[in-house]
């Protein structure tokens, strides 16, 4: 009963995924292809054509033609481009019913002073202008419906955003954004039904820290060593699961990360 009544609650709506190349993205797309492949569109949304042209090659072979799928190259970290995004979308995947903010990543490890200006713009570009540009641009389509508005807004946040760690101040700090900026708009359109939803992971493994570590493969797998992390899939079926509710039903704010983790997010960086 669960399963037929997310796939018909999903039926027909258009959701836009950020950063949708790979991850937790990635695994998004094509979890919500499985819960509703009869009649979905998919706007996937990532700086890597390539990556994205796969996902939707793979997304028709896993469940046929049921799911129409534009892939669109965008950097959400340029104002531009993000505010922009509507633009660039074909009039028949425009009216947007779920949005999902995945897009983001931390650069580097270093501790205050030593800092890069180039590491914290790109973090703070990406995880906090980016989300905030793409949700502003996005928030007008849901406004127009009936009844004050309608939609889903689901922020991607972090543990982080709730412990902050040594090591990672920036990317703390821009996850802490993100989580106030949630708070915020959910306040602000509390007379509406539209859902603002944020889900924060604690260790998931994905290439999350090969860009951290910009490429050391070696560094990215001692994050991993001795412990067994979520799956992007976890996070997910997680995303799905709040988009699928009745419609009013918010599941507002969600931790989730694996059992080792019990001790938050000095636990999940020991290896840094």
């Known amino acids: 009963m669960a399963y037929t009544q997310t796939r018909n609650r999903l ?3 258009t959701v836009l995924i950020t950063g949708a190349s790979s991850g937790i993205g990635r695994s998004t797309a094509l979890e919500f292809a499985r819960a509703s492949p009869d009649e979905l569109r ?3 949304v990532a700086r890597r054509t390539d990556k994205l042209n796969e996902i939707a090659t793979e997304i028709a072979k896993t469940v046929g033609q049921g799911v129409q799928v534009f892939s669109l190259t965008l950097d959400v970290s340029d104002p531009v481009e993000a505010c922009s995004i509507m633009d660039k979308l074909p009039a028949e995947f425009r009216d947007i019913d779920v949005l999902v903010n995945n ?11 030593e800092i890069s200006q180039d590491e914290i713009n790109t973090m ?3 995880n906090v202008n980016g989300l905030i540009n793409i949700t502003q641009a996005i928030l007008p389509v849901f406004l127009k419906r009936e009844n004050g508005g309608r939609g889903d807004i689901i922020n991607v946040g972090s543990v982080a955003g709730r412990e902050p760690y040594a ?3 920036v990317y703390c700090a821009s996850k802490a954004a993100v989580r106030a900026f ?6 602000e359109l509390v007379a ?5 939803i944020e889900i924060d992971p604690g260790q998931v493994e994905t290439e999350f820290s090969l860009v951290r570590f910009s490429g050391d493969s070696a560094k990215a797998a001692s994050v991993y060593v001795g412990c067994e992390p979520l799956t992007p899939g976890d996070i997910a079926e997680l995303l799905i699961f709040a988009a699928s509710r009745r419609e009013n039903v918010v599941i507002a704010d969600t931790l989730v990360y694996p059992n080792h983790q019990q001790g938050g997010a000095i636990t999940m960086h020991r290896n840094l």
């Not at 897009?103 to 002073?113: C, Q, R, W, Y």
């Not at 949630?182 to 306040?187: H, K, L, Q």
Request: net charge positive; proline share 3%.
């Open 11 to 13: 039926r027909g709506r």
């Open 42 to 44: 998919l706007v996937l």
């Open 124 to 126: 703070m570009l990406t």
């Open 167 to 169: 090591s990672g101040s």
């Open 192 to 196: 509406t039904r539209i859902r603002v």
């Open 103 to 113: 897009a983001g990543l931390a650069k580097g490890a270093a501790k205050a002073p």
């Open 182 to 187: 949630t708070d915020s708009i959910r306040r």
